[in-house]
Structure formats: structure tokens, C-alpha cells
């Protein structure tokens, strides 16, 4: 819930500047608040760079108010959307249960779901952290064929390491991945898992986005407050 609309087009034009400087093997997707999502679609216009929402309903149409059908943010150009993101999980309740419908939506309007998993501080520090995720992949994204979860992009977000002034390390972020990437293959096989794109998402900048690139199992970020200007959020791209 960062910039208003007319900010949120000037920084879209800027990424639109230096994506022209970026190998074209790299993928940009720039997800911004509801209320801006026509107008940056019109700033992206001529690039590259796909369009994502940051959640969509549980629901497909009705008396939902205040909600975003999966179809209203389609029809605007978006190609992505942002599901199960830890502030949705901790401020609004979401569950395995909702995930799922909004998940399947998703799916049926054609766009990727960009699916957020991920451990609080008490989970990191207990120990129990494998098995939460692991929990939040197969309650959330088990009940899909392979054809359908080869659709999907996941997220891991280091919820501790977030604002707290507390860094996941490299090889932290690379042990999740690895073991994330194992879980899908338990369940899909080695060719699903191998095509899936891993996000990383706890607090990657320009000064350590290069470190957590360089693993073998970190396929990209998720960028938060890094993003928030362009010449932030390029750091972290030239990096990647």
C-alpha cells in the first residue's frame, strides 16, 4: 500500500527505462495496489514487463463488496497475481482453505499465481520451520494436477527476516529452496519441480541480492520495500 496512482506510473516508468539495459533472459513483473493497475498498465505499454495484481477474491462474481474478481483483474492486462502473501496470512486470516479457492480462480482467468509460503520468527527458532512450509505447499497447491502446478511461481518469504532487522543468509535461503524444490518433486516428480520458479522474498536489496542470486535453487525475487524506486529495484536486477 505504497505510492499514489500517478507516483506508482512514474516508477513504472522508470523500470521501463532501465529494463532496456537488462538481459532479456530476465523476467520483470511489476505488481502494483488495485487502484493503480490501469494506469500502469498503459506506462508498461511497448515492454516487456507483465503486469501483476497483489491478491484477487475468493470469489469469482456477486455481492462481494470491497473485493477484486480474478476476471476484473485479468481484464485489465494482468498476467500474474500475488496469492498468500505472510501480511495477508497475518493480518487478514487467510488460510490453506481460502488459498485454494483463490488459487483456482486464478488459474481459470489465466494468470499465474505467484504463491507466497514461509515461517514466523517462533517457527524459525523451535525448529518446526520445514514442516510449516511444507504444510502451506501441500494444504495449499496439492490438490492441483502437475499439468496445472506447473502454472504456478512459489515465494519463499523468510517472515522473520522482514523488518525485523534480522537477515536470512544466503545458504539459509538456499537450504528452504532446496527443500521446497525437493517436496514438489515427491509429489510431481523431478521434471515439475526443475520448471518451477522459486522467489526469494526476505528483505533482498542491491547489497546482498547478488549472494542469494547466485544459488543454484534461488531463481528470483520478490521485492518489497527495495522496489519502491527504480534505482533500487535495477541494483537488485543487475545483480540478479
Given at each position: 500500500?505504497?505510492?499514489?496512482?500517478a507516483?506508482g506510473?512514474?516508477l513504472a516508468?522508470g523500470?521501463v527505462?532501465?529494463?532496456?539495459e537488462?538481459?532479456?533472459?530476465?523476467?520483470f513483473?511489476?505488481?502494483p495496489?488495485?487502484?493503480?493497475?490501469?494506469?500502469v498498465?498503459?506506462?508498461l505499454?511497448?515492454?516487456d514487463i507483465?503486469?501483476?495484481?497483489q491478491?484477487c477474491a475468493?470469489?469469482a462474481k456477486?455481492?462481494y463488496?470491497?473485493?477484486?474478481?480474478a476476471?476484473?483483474i485479468?481484464?485489465?492486462?494482468c498476467k500474474?497475481?500475488?496469492?498468500?502473501?505472510?501480511?495477508?496470512?497475518q493480518?487478514?486470516g487467510?488460510?490453506?482453505?481460502t488459498?485454494?479457492?483463490?488459487?483456482?480462480?486464478?488459474l481459470d482467468?489465466?494468470?499465474?499465481?505467484i504463491?507466497?509460503?514461509?515461517?514466523?520468527?517462533?517457527?524459525r527458532?523451535?525448529g518446526t520451520?520445514?514442516?510449516?512450509?511444507?504444510?502451506?505447499i501441500?494444504e495449499g497447491l496439492?490438490?492441483?494436477s502437475a499439468?496445472e502446478?506447473g502454472?504456478i511461481?512459489?515465494?519463499?518469504e523468510p517472515?522473520?527476516?522482514?523488518?525485523t532487522?534480522?537477515?536470512?543468509t544466503?545458504d539459509?535461503a538456499?537450504?528452504?529452496?532446496?527443500f521446497?524444490?525437493?517436496t514438489i518433486?515427491d509429489?510431481?516428480?523431478c521434471?515439475v519441480?526443475?520448471n518451477?520458479s522459486i522467489?526469494?522474498?526476505?528483505?533482498?536489496?542491491?547489497?546482498n541480492?547478488k549472494e542469494?542470486?547466485?544459488k543454484?535453487?534461488v531463481?528470483?525475487?520478490l521485492?518489497?520495500?527495495a522496489a519502491l524506486?527504480?534505482?533500487?529495484?535495477?541494483g537488485?536486477?543487475?545483480?540478479f
Amino acid at each position: 500500500m505504497n505510492t499514489l496512482p500517478a507516483e506508482g506510473v512514474e516508477l513504472a516508468k522508470g523500470v521501463v527505462a532501465g529494463r532496456g539495459e537488462v538481459c532479456s533472459c530476465v523476467n520483470f513483473i511489476v505488481c502494483p495496489p488495485f487502484t493503480h493497475l490501469s494506469m500502469v498498465a498503459e506506462a508498461l505499454k511497448g515492454s516487456d514487463i507483465a503486469l501483476g495484481a497483489q491478491d484477487c477474491a475468493t470469489e469469482a462474481k456477486g455481492a462481494y463488496t470491497g473485493e477484486i474478481a480474478a476476471s476484473m483483474i485479468a481484464a485489465l492486462g494482468c498476467k500474474y497475481v500475488i496469492l498468500g502473501h505472510s501480511e495477508r496470512r497475518q493480518y487478514y486470516g487467510e488460510t490453506s482453505e481460502t488459498l485454494r479457492e483463490k488459487v483456482r480462480l486464478a488459474l481459470d482467468n489465466s494468470l499465474t499465481p505467484i504463491f507466497c509460503i514461509g515461517e514466523v520468527l517462533e517457527e524459525r527458532e523451535n525448529g518446526t520451520f520445514f514442516d510449516v512450509v511444507k504444510a502451506q505447499i501441500e494444504e495449499g497447491l496439492f490438490n492441483l494436477s502437475a499439468e496445472e502446478f506447473g502454472k504456478i511461481i512459489l515465494a519463499y518469504e523468510p517472515v522473520w527476516a522482514i523488518g525485523t532487522g534480522k537477515t536470512a543468509t544466503d545458504d539459509q535461503a538456499q537450504e528452504m529452496h532446496a527443500f521446497i524444490r525437493k517436496t514438489i518433486a515427491d509429489k510431481y516428480g523431478c521434471e515439475v519441480a526443475d520448471n518451477t520458479s522459486i522467489l526469494y522474498g526476505g528483505s533482498c536489496k542491491p547489497s546482498n541480492a547478488k549472494e542469494l542470486f547466485a544459488k543454484p535453487d534461488v531463481d528470483g525475487g520478490l521485492i518489497g520495500g527495495a522496489a519502491l524506486q527504480a534505482e533500487s529495484f535495477m541494483g537488485i536486477v543487475n545483480a540478479f
